[in-house]
């Protein structure tokens, strides 16, 4: 049984930094590429960040690029998302996901964890 579940969450202020983690189990975790999404209030869910089985490739939103990076152990079954400059408009769930066709589709997903940004 596949399960991915997320943590690090919080609320946090504008400027502020956070990192999520996504620990897989019921995988091979090395097979699988790793993505970050985040769904707002009243908002469809959103492409973050994602990250190849090896490591070696990483695919950024243009609202993440040069503030998160995602990195992931894979001796930890564990992808990390480490959020830095925050925004108010960062505030949503974040959810993990894990799939095998490249960066494009993910089969499996986390329950999400919220992240809140105040101004």
């Known amino acids: 049984q596949v399960q991915l579940v997320e943590s690090g969450g919080g609320l946090v202020q504008a400027g502020g930094s956070l990192r999520l983690s996504c620990e897989a189990s019921g995988v091979t975790f090395s097979m699988y590429a790793m993505a970050w999404f985040r769904q707002a209030p009243g908002k469809e869910r959103d492409f973050v960040s994602a990250?190849?089985?090896?490591?070696?490739?990483?695919n950024y939103a243009d609202s993440a690029k040069g503030r998160f990076i995602i990195s992931r152990n894979n001796a930890k079954n564990t992808v990390y998302l480490q959020m830095n400059s925050l925004k108010p408009e960062d505030t949503a769930v974040y959810y993990c996901?894990?799939?095998?066709?490249?960066?494009?589709?993910?089969?499996?997903w986390g329950q999400g964890t919220q992240v809140t940004v105040s101004s």
């Open positions: 996901a894990a799939g095998q066709r490249g960066f494009q589709g993910y089969d499996y």
């Open positions: 990250i190849s089985g090896s490591g070696v490739r990483t």
